[in-house]
């Protein structure tokens, strides 16, 4: 799961999908495009929004998505188009491209990029849990 501060989306994105993948094999991580937020914990919105829906993300620590994470995952989702062409940046070859998706076209959502909160209020990061939960769902849907 792929954002670019590693601090708002892509955290909640993690904790979700993880949340979900109880009992599968499954191993989910997130990172940032960016390095502003290296070493930091989600954002306390994100934070909280995962609270109340019974998921702990505090403990995650943001990292800079580097090119040995193709190496390491079969899928990675970016949370927007930007995220999406600057990791399609650090790729080596197609079949590393090949695994770059924009998260929302997992589900049918009239956006293909999932709202940048940071700057906004609580109700952003409202939105941004809804649509990051039906993506996720639709993931492990699949999956199984
Ligand atoms: P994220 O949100 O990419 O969802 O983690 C942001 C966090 C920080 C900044 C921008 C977006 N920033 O500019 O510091």
Do not use: W
């Not at 989910?28 to 929004?49: C, L, M, Q």
């Not at 590393?96 to 997992?106: A, R, S």
């Amino acid at each position: 799961m792929v954002c670019l501060g590693n601090i708002c989306r892509s955290p909640l994105a993690e904790g979700i999908l993880k949340s979900k993948a109880k009992n599968l094999n499954l191993t989910v991580d997130s990172a940032g495009t960016a390095n502003y937020h290296i070493g930091k914990n989600p954002d306390i919105r994100s934070i909280e929004i995962a609270k109340k829906h019974g998921i702990d993300i505090k403990n995650q620590i943001a990292r800079q998505f580097t090119k040995h994470d193709f190496k390491n995952f079969d899928v990675i989702y970016a949370m927007d188009k930007q995220n999406y062409y600057d990791i399609i940046q650090k790729a080596s070859s197609d079949f590393d491209k090949k695994k770059v998706k924009l998260i929302l076209n997992e589900i049918n959502s009239n956006i293909d990029s999932v709202p940048d909160p940071y700057y906004g209020g609580e109700n952003g990061f409202n939105k941004v849990y809804e649509m990051l939960d039906k993506a996720c769902e639709k993931i492990i849907f699949d999956f199984e």
